[in-house]
Nanobody, 118 residues
């Protein structure tokens, strides 16, 4: 079973940048063989899928309103997943989760909070 731990959440001003990290561990889980995703949940709203990345890191997909601002990447040697977020907007305020697999259905970590505010 996989364990996922996110980090890097912060309070930033609109237009700022944050880089989130997620480290995977767990016996029997081969990080390099699994697609991975980022999800988020804004205050008072439901969980939404943000981006997914194939196991080899060669293909990614994003929800439309983060395209061009967010970049998902991974380092399979470190069992790590990243989300570089640039030009942040107030509406990006949320708890961000990494998740196993492609899409929003897999095991998630406890999340890391990003607050975008003046």
């Amino acid at each position: 079973q996989v364990q996922l731990v996110e980090s890097g959440g912060d309070l930033v001003q609109p237009g700022g940048s944050v880089r989130l990290s997620c480290v995977a561990s767990g016996s029997g889980f081969e990080f390099s063989s699994n697609a991975m995703s980022w999800l988020r949940q804004a205050p008072g709203k439901g969980l939404e899928w943000i981006a997914s990345l194939t196991a080899d890191g060669t293909y990614s997909k994003y929800i439309r309103f983060v395209e061009g601002r967010f970049t998902i990447s991974r380092d399979n040697a470190k069992s790590a997943l990243y989300l570089q977020m640039n030009n942040l907007e107030v509406d990006d305020t949320a708890t961000y989760y990494c998740a196993e697999g492609w899409g929003r259905g897999g095991t998630r970590g406890p999340g890391t909070r990003v607050t975008v505010s003046e």
